[in-house]
């Protein structure tokens, strides 16, 4: 499984952009990189994947490098209830494997 | 749509009692998997079930067992339980398609208390 680093925390100001980076400079051919987040002790949500090109759902943006050794998650308009735990989980299949996410703290 | 059902959510055992938890996938879903998030911590993988097979195993203790039936719901059983398995144990299923990447649904939690 490749190895990811991710902010230990971040804060962002309620009604601006969220950008969340991560690296994973390790993650192979085939993995997607996975972003989920965890409410505080709620089950993890899926957020969004991707495999390398961006990405665009209603949750989010994923912004991939071309040589895919990083990515950036952008909530557009971060509000108080995305506060959470974001993780960045490159994988193939679904099986996921948690490491240490970023804490973002949205403050009005 | 009804999600991922756990059950019990709440859960008080004492040390070296048996403890089993049960989780109900959403519709048509045929993977489970099992996860572990001890108190401060980032969910472990434990172990997932594909076709009521083993599919793949994480850090799982031998204490621990788990098996998925036919109606693809799955049920993880503890024994001997220690302090440390204190914990949030989350299932979670995803839809067919085993080598395809998509998301998984979490469900809420069982939580885990051992005294």
């Known amino acids: 499984d490749a190895k990811t680093t991710q902010p230990t925390s971040m804060d962002c100001a309620e009604g601006r952009a969220a950008n969340l980076p991560c690296n994973h400079s390790?993650?192979?051919?085939?993995?997607?990189v996975y972003w989920y987040r965890q409410i505080h002790s709620q089950g993890p949500q899926y957020i969004i994947h991707?495999?390398?090109n961006n990405e665009t759902n209603e949750m989010a943006s994923l912004i991939i490098t071309e040589d895919r050794k990083s990515s950036t998650l952008i909530l557009p308009h971060a509000t108080l209830r995305d506060t959470a735990v974001y993780y960045c989980?490159?994988?193939?299949?679904?099986?996921?494997?948690f490491g240490a996410g970023t804490i973002l703290r949205v403050k009005s | 749509a009804a999600g991922v059902i756990q059950s019990p959510r709440h859960l008080i055992k004492e040390k070296r009692e048996t403890a089993t938890l049960k989780c109900y996938p959403i519709?048509?879903?045929?993977?489970v998997y099992w996860y572990q998030q001890g108190p401060g911590q980032d969910p472990q993988f434990l172990i997932s079930?594909?076709?009521?097979?083993?599919?793949d195993k994480g850090s799982i203790p031998d204490r621990f067992s788990a098996q998925q039936f036919s109606d693809y719901h799955s049920e993880l059983n503890m024994s001997s339980l220690e302090l440390g398995d204190s914990a949030l144990y989350f299932c979670?299923?995803?839809?067919?398609?085993?080598?395809?990447?998509?998301?998984?649904?979490f469900g809420e939690g069982s939580r885990l208390t051992v005294l």
């Open positions: 979670a299923s995803s839809p067919p398609g085993l080598s395809l990447p998509g998301e998984l649904f």
């Open positions: 390790t993650i192979s051919g085939n993995e997607y």
């Open positions: 991707g495999l390398k």
């Open positions: 989980i490159p994988g193939y299949g679904n099986k996921l494997v």
């Open positions: 519709s048509r879903h045929d993977t």
């Open positions: 079930f594909y076709e009521k097979m083993q599919s």
